[in-house]
Each structure stands twice: as C-alpha cells, then as structure tokens.
C-alpha cells in the first residue's frame, strides 16, 4: 500500500473529515490491487470515525449533565447553609417545616433573581427611550438648523436680488439722466443753428 499520497493531511483535518471524504481519500491514496485488505481498511477507519463522532457527543452531553448537577447541587448548598445558620448547630435535622422553610428561601431567592431581571429589563428599555429621545431631540435641531439656514440663505438672496434691482434702477436713471443730457445738448444745438 502507498500512503504517501495522503501525508498531507493533518490531524485536526482528519477529526474534520466526515466518513465519504474519508472513503475518497482512502481509494485516491491506497493502491486497489489488494482490494480485500483495502476494503477492511477502508471499513475500519470509518468505523473509528463515527465512533470518536459518537464519542465526542458523548462527552459533550455528559459534561454539560455534569454543569447543571454541580450548579443545582451547589444552590441546594446554600440554602441549606441558611437554614443551618438560622438554627446555630453543626447538624441540620430536617422536618417537614424545615423543608417547606427551605422551599421558601429557594423561592424567595428564584423571586430576587426575576425581580432584578425584570428591573434590568426596565433600565434598559428606559435606556433605550432615552436614547430615542435625544436621537429625536437631535434631528429636530438638525432640521431647526438646517430650516434656519435655507432661511437665512432665502433672505441673503432677496437681499442680494434687491441691491441687485437698485443697483439696475440707478443705472437706469443715470443712463436716463446722460440721455435727457445728450437730447438738451441736441436740441440746444439744433436752436442754434
């Protein structure tokens, strides 16, 4: 068998690999002459595949089971240390007052933990208004300002097209003025004559 071809995997790349890319590799990379010893291969490995599939799951599920009975066990703990603590022995005789006290302070603490969600919850949509509001605040002054400046630029312009407009009536009155000049010229020339 030659195994040269598939040197190039490496191991992070073959835990990677599903069990098909697997069989095409095996069958590019191993010569088919023996194809009996070939086949064993090929169905050995893609067994030990599904099976370290199978494991890692597995260990997954497990690991996650084993989480939440430690954190479970753990708050179990502490209520228990309470109600220890209230009593003021080192052992903890449980009646059925004892647990439904438990239960209790189990609760209250399930309560403590929903009211400071929900509080949490209310400041951060009360953030979230605020926020709205200053945004809100903020385009109505970027429209203000934007409004005010087409005014102030509406105003420059009628103020400029009026200057521009006396400007054009003293010319019209000087040029007036010249032609009345020019005609009494003439005509004081033509009486002349």
Same mark, same amino acid.
């Given at each position: 068998?030659?195994?040269?071809?598939?040197?190039?995997?490496?191991?992070?790349?073959?835990?990677?690999?599903?069990?098909?890319?697997?069989?095409?590799?095996?069958?590019?990379?191993?010569?088919?002459?023996?194809?009996?010893?070939?086949?064993?291969?090929?169905?050995t490995i893609v067994r030990l595949s599904c099976d370290l599939t199978l494991s890692k799951n597995r260990?997954?599920?497990?690991?996650?089971?084993?989480?939440?009975?430690?954190?479970?066990?753990?708050?179990?703990?502490?209520?228990?240390?309470?109600?220890?603590?209230?009593?003021?022995?080192?052992?903890?005789?449980?009646?059925?007052?004892?647990?439904?006290?438990?239960?209790?302070?189990?609760?209250?603490?399930?309560?403590?933990?929903?009211?400071?969600? =929900?509080? /949490? !919850?209310?400041?951060?949509? $009360?953030? +979230?208004? *605020? &926020? #709205?509001?200053?945004?809100?605040?903020? @385009?109505? %002054?970027?429209?203000?300002?934007? =409004?005010? /400046? !087409?005014?102030?630029?509406? $105003?420059? +312009?009628? *103020? &400029? #097209?009026?200057?521009?407009?006396?400007? @054009?009536? %003293?010319?019209?009155?000087?040029?007036?003025?010249?032609?009345?000049?020019?005609?009494?010229?003439?005509?004081?020339?033509?009486?002349?004559?």
């Amino acid at each position: 068998m030659e195994l040269s071809k598939a040197r190039w995997i490496t191991p992070a790349a073959r835990r990677a690999l599903g069990a098909k890319r697997l069989r095409t590799i095996l069958k590019n990379a191993v010569d088919e002459s023996s194809s009996e010893s070939f086949s064993l291969i090929k169905d050995t490995i893609v067994r030990l595949s599904c099976d370290l599939t199978l494991s890692k799951n597995r260990e997954q599920s497990l690991s996650n089971a084993l989480n939440y009975e430690q954190t479970r066990r753990k708050r179990s703990k502490r209520v228990l240390e309470e109600l220890r603590s209230e009593e003021g022995s080192g052992t903890l005789f449980m009646s059925p007052s004892k647990i439904q006290r438990a239960r209790d302070i189990a609760d209250g603490r399930e309560a403590a933990k929903a009211a400071q969600k =929900a509080q /949490k !919850a209310e400041q951060q949509l $009360e953030r +979230a208004h *605020k &926020k #709205a509001l200053k945004e809100a605040e903020a @385009e109505g %002054k970027r429209t203000e300002k934007a =409004a005010a /400046k !087409a005014r102030r630029d509406a $105003e420059a +312009a009628a *103020k &400029k #097209a009026a200057n521009q407009r006396v400007r @054009e009536a %003293k010319k019209a009155l000087k040029q007036l003025e010249i032609d009345q000049k020019a005609l009494s010229s003439r005509r004081r020339r033509r009486q002349k004559q």
